[in-house]
T-cell receptor, first 115, second 112 residues
Framework: GAVVSQHPSRVICKSGTSVKIECRSLDFQATTMFWYRQFPKQSLMLMATSNEGSKATYEQGVEKDKFLINHASLTLSTLTVTSAHPEDSSFYIC???????????FGPGTRLLVL | GNSVTQMEGPVTLSEEAFLTINCTYTATGYPSLFWYVQYPGEGLQLLLKATKADDKGSNKGFEATYRKETTSFHLEKGSVQVSDSAVYFCALSVPGNTPLVFGKGTRLSVIA
């Protein structure tokens, strides 16, 4: 099946710093990528949908100035958590959808811990 | 709106037991239905899917049948293994509105 990677897999940072998470589709072109957030023992919450070359669409309640999303190419989307705070600590998961829009393929996730 | 309801866990079974995880949905239009599995510390993996009524998705011994009349997509496996211990998410996607809608997940623990 299709492969989606995320980097880094785990990051620890100090409060107030910014963290960038990369999501790559390795063997297919992803016209759409999704960013999710998962709190411990809870389901995934969609944060935003990004289409290559256009601005991301954020879900209600998600601060677009805090969670910057860039989808510059058909194989790469980045999520930057700006001025991170401890409450931003979470598991961030991306998914990518190919041009046929049949199935989303998920990355392995990035665990962010803000101290 | 679109939503997915799945049975709450945790579910604890002995090895070789029969597994059923219930999932029902509400949706506008005709959704595609999915089961994803999340192993400890990892992201989600697609387990199986069905795109129209009466379709049966199957993979690794797991099965689920798209039942339009009962709006259900229950996950079953005849004989679970310790390696099946994970969190299972039921999800739907409506054509033209591709973000997945997830259930809350069901944690399965299989003990030897």
């Amino acid at each position: 099946g299709a492969v989606v990677s995320q980097h880094p897999s785990r990051v620890i940072c100090k409060s107030g710093t910014s963290v960038k998470i990369e999501c790559r589709s390795l063997d297919f072109q992803a016209t759409t990528m999704f960013w999710y957030r998962q709190f411990p023992k809870q389901s995934l919450m969609l944060m935003a949908t990004s289409n290559e070359g256009s601005k991301a669409t954020y879900e209600q309640g998600v601060e677009k100035d805090k969670f910057l999303i860039n989808h510059a190419s058909l194989t790469l989307s980045t999520l930057t958590v700006t001025s991170a705070h401890p409450e931003d600590s979470s598991f961030y998961i991306c998914s990518a959808e190919g041009q046929k829009q049949e199935t989303q393929y998920f990355g392995p996730g990035t665990r962010l811990l803000v101290l | 709106g679109n939503s997915v309801t799945q049975m709450e866990g945790p579910v604890t079974l002995s090895e070789e037991a029969f597994l059923t995880i219930n999932c029902t949905y509400t949706a506008t239009g005709y959704p595609s239905l999915f089961w994803y599995v999340q192993y400890p510390g990892e992201g989600l993996q697609l387990l199986l899917k069905a795109t129209k009524a009466d379709d049966k998705g199957s993979n690794k011994g797991f099965e689920a049948t798209y039942r339009k009349e009962t709006t259900s997509f229950h996950l079953e496996k005849g004989s679970v293994q310790v390696s099946d211990s994970a969190v299972y998410f039921c999800a739907l996607s409506v054509p033209g509105n591709t973000p997945l809608v997830f259930g809350k997940g069901t944690r399965l623990s299989v003990i030897a």
